[in-house]
């Protein structure tokens, strides 16, 4: 015969499962929705500048009361440190073009863009031959300073793994006021509809689904740390070197901030670009 006693202990081994369950299904539906496969993860525009739209965490209002005869809840992990250093004295450049700025760099060269975090330095090979606009475009706006003192406001670490910058505002809405167009979208690079580690590449307002926003993009890019499955749509157009991958994996290893009004998950450590400057080899 069962007693009182075992029947609550099992009443609430039950209840701990149900609940195990729910946070499973919760989690499992998170991450589908931060995969970016038509526009689970869609870069959309709102207020002139480019932002990653990506549904809320599933919230779960539910405790854990059960006796301990269940086996306990993980209990919850304490803040990473901030790895990064404090940001370098500066102001952002607040300026706006009109324009795209007219092809002016030579396509048959190579260039590498150097930003100065407070990180750690992140060098990028870049591809001007397969992504003259984009590369023209940073040349043009990194010479005018307007990377300095910027922050990388994006890091996500469920479905894609990348950090995003290039936002004079901060927030994922600023941009340079002009847009360039997509290119290099059939780089051998992209197999198997994966942005592979090491990549950096521009986001864009393209929406999958109704096959709108083309040739969107602005200022704001985001630099891959791990293999991240996404579809073709986002011009890849440099690769980061080794010690910026370092850097990365720094940055990643901190952690993800909670989820501001703007929808963006802010990295844990401080990422500034203190400096930023484009070299032709």
Known sequence: MVTKDQRRRQLAREKFERQQQRRVQARSRARQRNIVIASALAVILAGGGIVWAA???????????????ASPS??????????????AEGA???????KEPALAIDESADYTMKLETTCGDIG???????????VNSFDFLVGKGYLDHTKCHR??????????????????????GYTIP????????????????????????????????RDTGGSQFFLVYQDSPLPPDYTPFGTIDEAG??????????????????????????????KATVTKK
């Open 55 to 69: 549904a809320p965490w599933e919230k779960d209002d539910t405790k854990d009361n059960a006796s301990a005869d």
């Open 74 to 87: 993980a209990a919850p992990t304490s803040k990473a440190p901030d790895p990064c250093e404090k940001p």
């Open 124 to 134: 990028i090979d870049l591809k001007a031959k397969a992504a003259p606009h984009t």
């Open 245 to 274: 991958m370092k850097t990365l994996k720094k940055i990643a290893d901190a952690g993800v901030g909670p989820m501001e009004p703007s929808q963006n998950t802010p990295p844990n450590a401080t990422v500034v670009i203190n």
């Open 182 to 213: 997509d290119e290099n979208l059939k780089d051998p690079v992209l197999k198997g509809d994966v942005y592979p580690a090491g990549t950096v590449a521009m986001a864009n307002q393209y929406n999958a689904q109704a096959k709108q926003g």
């Open 92 to 98: 952002v450049k607040t300026a706006t073009y009109k």
């Open 155 to 176: 890091l996500t670490d469920q479905g894609i793994f990348v950090l995003q910058c290039g936002d004079p505002k901060g927030d994922g809405t600023g941009g340079p």
